[in-house]
């Protein structure tokens, strides 16, 4: 028996080589592969609950960006539910029948005031409706037929 074996023969854990030279041989307590046993899961824990806490960050982050668009496009879905009275009874009047407008849009001149007017807007008389209505901007270079085709689609007329 060598002498760390007598010494504490239970406690004592020989790591190395067995070809290797006394001055190589680390010895280590239970104590010493206890201790470093719990930094190690110390540390995986601490690097775990870092990683944890990031991901819940970035899934609000995520939830709340969904939320926005959601919050936007249910606000557009109901401003169209808005529109559709009005849409239905311009699409059943008369040719020559004044236009409804939503409650909310003051009408301006050369905005079009009977259904058949639309039909005869001005490219300059269709932007200033269109601003009023706050309908989108046409892509490109739009002809007077598409900028009246968006107006008479917003109130109901086409």
């Known amino acids: 028996m060598n002498q760390a074996s007598a010494r504490n023969p239970t406690s004592d854990v020989q790591l190395g080589q067995s070809s290797a030279s006394p001055d190589t041989v680390v010895q ?3 104590e010493d592969l206890q201790a470093l046993l719990t930094t190690a899961q110390n540390a995986i824990i601490e690097s775990t609950q870092a990683t944890i806490t990031a991901t819940q960050a970035d899934i609000q ?3 709340k960006h969904e939320l926005a668009g959601l919050e936007t496009r249910l606000s557009a879905a109901e401003e169209c539910l808005k529109r559709i009275p009005i849409q239905l009874s311009n699409s059943r009047m008369p040719f020559n029948s004044p236009l409804q407008y939503p409650p909310d849009v003051q009408i ?3 905005m079009p005031i009977l259904k058949r007017d639309i039909f005869n807007l001005l490219e300059s008389d269709c932007i200033v409706t269109a601003r009023t209505l706050k309908l989108p901007p046409l892509p490109g270079n739009p002809t007077v037929d598409q900028r009246r085709t968006q107006i008479g689609a917003f109130l109901g007329v086409i």
Do not use: A, E, G, Q
Request: charged letters at 10%; aromatic letters at 12%.
């Open 28 to 30: 280590l307590t239970i």
């Open 61 to 63: 982050t995520y939830i």
């Open 108 to 110: 301006v001149k050369n």
